[in-house]
């Protein structure tokens, strides 16, 4: 049965908070658009990312512990494809030497990270 991206976003977040408490990386969600709260009685806007972000950041070290990886994620379902903005994200995250890949499953992203 496959998931959809919703699903799988989620079993994905769960996995990457037990490898972050474990000490084996930091991850942070990406959101794109814009959210509204209230706060002290009055609504404001906040822009979040901007259209095309990745869905995922994850930081971790490199082998000598010095410098760190960066890693952008892109989650997809089976059917689920890549947007015009996305694949214009992909370019300039590339373009600064970062990694940049699109994920179906939660078995990809653990081939992906190697733990």
């Known amino acids: 049965m496959s998931l959809t991206e919703a699903q799988l976003k989620r079993q994905i977040e769960d996995y990457l908070t037990y ?42 070290k490199w082998k000598g512990g010095v410098f760190c990886e960066v890693l952008f994620f892109e989650l997809k379902s089976d059917r689920g494809r890549t947007s015009s903005a996305q694949n214009a994200f992909k370019i300039l995250v590339e373009e600064q030497g970062a990694s940049y890949s699109i994920v179906r499953s939660l078995e990809e992203l653990e081939k992906i990270l190697g733990i």
């Open 19 to 60: 490898r972050q408490n474990a000490g084996d990386l930091m991850w942070f969600p990406m959101n794109s658009g814009k959210a509204f709260v209230k706060r002290g009685g009055k609504d404001y806007m906040i822009q979040l990312c901007d259209e095309g972000t990745a869905d995922l950041l994850i930081l971790r």
